[in-house]
């Protein structure tokens, strides 16, 4: 099977710019997540979606939205860019192992905010 | 609030010298603890899932154990390939499918 892919993989834009990044999961995987790594804070929960839904939120401001499509695809945007939100966006999907459930990470979309 | 602490922030090791990082949680109602291995530049790579006490799992070099309050991942007689930052994350029954990531042990191994 095909991994979770990214696109972009490299983006820079400007304060005040809007971005939207893409993310296909595994072919199968209804649920989707989305973290924001930084060298400061690590790995942080943005949201997941499960079946077109959002079920679950981080704490991040609503600057940060996302969305989910039939297909199982989804897509994340940040508005009003801020100097801080320069990070690498990761995206992963869930599926079930021998055991339980398991999250899958994509490359990232590396973000740098100028 | 669940929390996730990993010790240490790095280290390093010469080439066949083992050793262990720690993985210490604070969770209500854990439903998996997973470690994952990240080189630079690249998304966390999934190593093992433990779910309840006492479980031990082993992939080639590493093995991870889970207690009720903490986890290791042992690394026997490491190699360079194996430098990298391994980052420890939980899922608890409130949270769907969402982890809640340590900082992370950034592993240097040196020939």
């Known amino acids: 099977k095909a991994g979770v892919t990214q696109t972009p993989r490299y983006l820079i834009k400007t304060r005040g710019q809007q971005v939207t990044l893409s993310c296909s999961p595994i072919?199968?995987?209804?649920?989707v997540s989305w973290y924001q790594q930084t060298p400061g804070q690590g790995l942080q929960f943005l949201f997941e979606y499960f079946s077109e839904t959002q079920r679950n939120k981080g704490n991040f401001p609503g600057r940060f939205s996302g969305r989910q499509f039939s297909n199982s695809r989804s897509e994340m945007n940040v508005s009003t860019l801020e100097l801080g939100d320069s990070a690498l966006y990761l995206c992963?999907?869930?599926?079930?192992?021998?055991?339980?459930?398991?999250?899958?990470f994509g490359p990232g979309t590396r973000l740098l905010v100028l | 609030e669940d929390q996730v602490t990993q010790s240490p922030e790095a280290l390093r090791l010469q080439e066949g010298e083992s050793s262990s990082l720690n993985c210490s949680y604070t969770?209500?109602?854990?439903?998996?603890l997973f470690w994952y291995r990240q080189d630079p530049g690249k998304g966390p790579e999934f190593l093992f899932t433990?779910?309840?006490a006492g479980e031990e799992k082993e992939k080639e070099r590493l093995k991870a154990t889970l207690t009720k309050k903490e986890s290791f991942l042992h690394i026997t007689a490491p190699k360079p390939e194996d430098s990298a930052t391994y980052l420890c994350?939980?899922?608890?029954?409130?949270?769907?499918?969402?982890?809640?990531f340590g900082k992370g042990t950034m592993l240097l191994v040196s020939p």
């Open positions: 969770v209500s109602g854990l439903r998996g």
């Open positions: 992963a999907s869930s599926g079930m192992l021998a055991g339980g459930e398991t999250q899958y």
């Open positions: 994350a939980v899922r608890t029954n409130s949270g769907y499918s969402t982890l809640t």
């Open positions: 072919s199968g995987h209804r649920s």
């Open positions: 433990l779910y309840s």
